[in-house]
């Protein structure tokens, strides 16, 4: 009814607005060149010589730090790789913090110690000196009565090695509870006896 004027007013604007002969875009012009610039050439022009006067900047990373990396992402691996290449450690201890790992035996008196380890699982494990223990790749350094020593490398930032000694104590049975006897019923203990 009242769209047949609407559609033709429509159609008109569209005709005159698609018409590319009143106006269209220009294409936009390359960008000047400073004056300064124009100078040289001159006084080149005159000697007959040409002479470069643009420097070539290149950067150099070596020495400096990746600013788009994690520094989780730089130090775990040259950690690792200083930790004698963990990723090597097939043995089971190496999937176990220290701290998880609990020391509960220790033989000495023998020219070859031994001592055994259990994981968060429950699962014992014999050590020996140069065993190898922890994710961070340590060995077993020393095996003393008390206890034994696990040393670790830690690569510091800088590149430098830094051995950690950590220790790991015998775990102590005397726990403080008192046990019952069970053939006199009778508590015994340190307090009870």
Known sequence: MKTGPFITAALCALALACDG????????SAPRKP??????????AATGTEIATTVQYSYNPISKRDPFRAPDE?????RLAGAGAVSGCNEP?????????KLVAVVTGDANPIAMVTDPQGVGYLVK???????????????????ITVTEYWT???????????PLKLLN??????EMDLLSGKLVGEHFE
């Open 173 to 178: 049975e005397k726990s403080g509870k008192p």
């Open 74 to 78: 730089i130090l775990l691996p040259s």
């Open 21 to 28: 002969s009143s106006s269209s875009p220009q294409p936009a």
């Open 35 to 44: 004056q300064a610039a124009a100078k040289p050439k001159a006084q080149t």
């Open 129 to 147: 000196r140069n065993s190898r223990i922890g994710k961070l790749g340590g060995r077993v350094t020393s095996i003393l009565r008390d206890g």
């Open 93 to 101: 201890l190496c999937q176990w913090d220290l701290e998880q790992l």
């Open 156 to 166: 510091q930032p800088n590149g430098e090695s830094k051995p950690i000694q950590k």
